[in-house]
């Protein structure tokens, strides 16, 4: 049986095997995919987030989503459980956090995840039937449990997509559909 883990690093793995260029060549076919969305369209407040190298970059889509006037929101992590999402007013608004991960300056604007109209999901990796492995500690499982899947999707590159499926234990959140450079991928489960 292969382990959590092992999938997890395999996700990071294949991730990180990825060209910068194809990356940058991705990316605005990502946002072009995402901002045709419905939930998209019709959300006035959107979380996405900052992008490290090689992660399904939403830059464009932030760009898009402030220029048409919706309030856009990214993750920051307080401490080793917690994740709020705090307001974004523009791109170049950010300072490099732990990872160096960008997030917004301080003072944060924070809002309620119950008060947001669409979330973009990262994820190291997906499955087929929705499956999402993220980096390991939880936030966005932690963050999207009191939301309705019609509220989220997740976001990756096409080449994140796995064949088999992700482990999922009881408190993982799986994605109603997953977004790529190459469209929507959404599957029927049976209850």
Known sequence: MITKEAVRQACKSQRAALSIADCESWAPKLCHEIVQLSQYEQAQSIMAYLAMPKE??????????LQEGKRVYVPVCTDKTTMIAVRLHNLHDVVHGVLNIRVPK??????????????LVPGAGFDRLGGRMGMGNGY???????????????????????KNPIPMERYDQ?????????????EERRV
């Open 56 to 65: 399904a970059n939403l830059d464009d889509v932030i760009e898009h989503a």
């Open 106 to 119: 301080e003072p944060y604007e924070i809002i309620d995840p119950k008060d947001i109209d669409f979330v």
């Open 140 to 162: 966005y499982d932690r963050f999207l449990k009191g939301l309705s899947p019609s509220n989220y999707i997740g976001v990756a590159w096409e080449a994140q997509i796995m």
């Open 174 to 186: 799986r994605m109603p559909a997953i977004v790529t450079e190459q469209g929507v991928r959404s």
